[in-house]
């Protein structure tokens, strides 16, 4: 009997420098935090959120997603594992108002790209991860 999922509960990224990339995350989504060690909490807190690694977890509409900082390389899609991540927006004008966003931010994106059944945005975080924003047509 195969196991009966619908949706991803959280994505969790591994980044090198938390502050960079908690930077780019904050500027271009702007989602909130969920889960971080605040910097005053007391010794059974710290323990409780170690899995944290010192990184953060934001709160999207559905789902979550965190950044883990211990990697010490670039992210690599022709490795074994995450080939990019992407996320839906509702209308082409939302992808052309993101497109504008990311000029805004100063992050290096492609064109629109219309696929067929849908349209996409590329980019790549500060780590290099692909993420995509993808449009319905």
């Known amino acids: 009997m195969a196991i009966s999922v619908e949706s991803v509960a959280h994505i969790r990224l591994t ?3 938390i502050g960079r990339s908690r930077a780019f995350y904050d500027a271009v989504f702007g989602w909130p935090v969920a889960l971080e060690i605040a910097a005053d909490a007391d010794d059974e807190t710290r323990q409780r959120l ?5 990184g953060v977890i934001y709160r999207m509409a559905q789902g ?3 950044l883990r900082p211990v990697g010490t390389d670039r992210f690599d899609e022709d490795r074994v594992g995450l080939d990019h991540l992407a996320f839906p927006v509702g209308s082409l004008a939302e992808l052309e108002a993101a497109a504008a966003h990311l000029d805004a931010c100063g992050v290096v994106h492609e064109d629109i790209k219309d696929i067929g059944v849908s349209y996409i945005l590329e980019f790549r975080d500060p780590d290099n991860i692909a993420l ?3 449009a319905p047509k």
């Open 15 to 17: 980044v090198g420098d």
């Open 50 to 54: 170690s899995f944290l690694d010192g």
């Open 64 to 66: 979550l997603i965190g």
């Open 132 to 134: 995509e924003l993808v």
